[in-house]
């Protein structure tokens, strides 16, 4: 893990010590209200399977006051492979908010010559130093009080099973490598390798993961998708499916989970044109207000066009790589 310092015009890289761990730890516990332990935070900085990750500190009198994750990721860009950076998990303490903090940890991020992609809630002034945003938006659906009452379940179609995933073996690379095919232009690639480190090996992970099986080959697997529960509400996090009806058979497995674990709502967050009508069409309502924007970084105009419209874009909220 690494730490990013402005000091006289330059950018200084350096391993983080323990006693800077336990202080940015300190900051996002204080922020979210919860606490997250040091062994998750070197999961997500040292055990990237894409390479080492960075951190953008902010100190103010021998004190960090503001902290940036970011991480490497391979971009599908139009059929070819791109690095860029994921940024993320963008803290300020509470002592040291409304002071443009976030802005100038920005900056000095953005002095290194790569493609940023961040995923940002709230409200900041890019301009300086963007290509441009795209909003993210969520969609969610409430599951009546009397459905989780009565233990209603919907029928999931029989030629399909939906079994519980606690490792990935390499058969999900293949499934990966078709669905690549099938994905718009613009996507995050994923392997067996990445989906482990992301949902299963984190320690004391929340994730759940499932893969969809043909009933009939059950090697052959038709898709994958992991959630987690947040203040009960059932948050989609990762969803990859080869056959768009296969949404169908999902929604009804997320509906009879919260049915039998008492939650309240299903959650996607999403950029996917097709899958977005298809959660409208099966009356999810769009949140009144974008909680995520993507945020472009871009060296190259030939780039911005492209990065900025929407319909290019396949993502999910596990892209976003938040260590909440």
Known sequence: MGRLIHKKNKIILRKLSDREMNQVNTIYNGIFGRKRSLDSFNHFYSNNPEGKAYSCLLECDNKITGFCFTAPRSLSFFGKKKKARIISN??????????????????????????????????????????????????????????????????????????????????????????EKTLPSLFFIKNQAFLNWRYINLPNTKYKCYLILNKRARKNILGFFAFHEDDRSLVVDEFLILDINQLENILNFLYNYCVLNNLRKIKFTILSRQIEHLLLKNRFKKMECNSFMLVLKINGKDFIEKLLDKDNWHLTYGDFLDIS
Not at 129 to 158: D, E, H, S
Not at 165 to 178: G, K, Q, T
């Open 90 to 179: 963008m803290l300020v303490d509470n002592d040291s908010r409304g002071k443009g903090y976030s802005n100038l940890i920005s900056k000095k991020l953005f002095v290194l010559p790569k493609l940023y992609i961040g995923f940002i809630s709230g409200k900041y002034k890019w301009s300086e130093f963007n290509g441009g945003t795209v909003p993210i938006k969520t969609y969610t659906k409430t599951v009546p009080l009397l459905a989780r009452f009565l233990n209603l379940n919907r029928r999931i179609n029989c030629n399909v099973t939906i079994k519980r995933a606690y490792n990935l073996d390499r058969r999900i690379n293949d499934f990966l490598s078709i669905l």
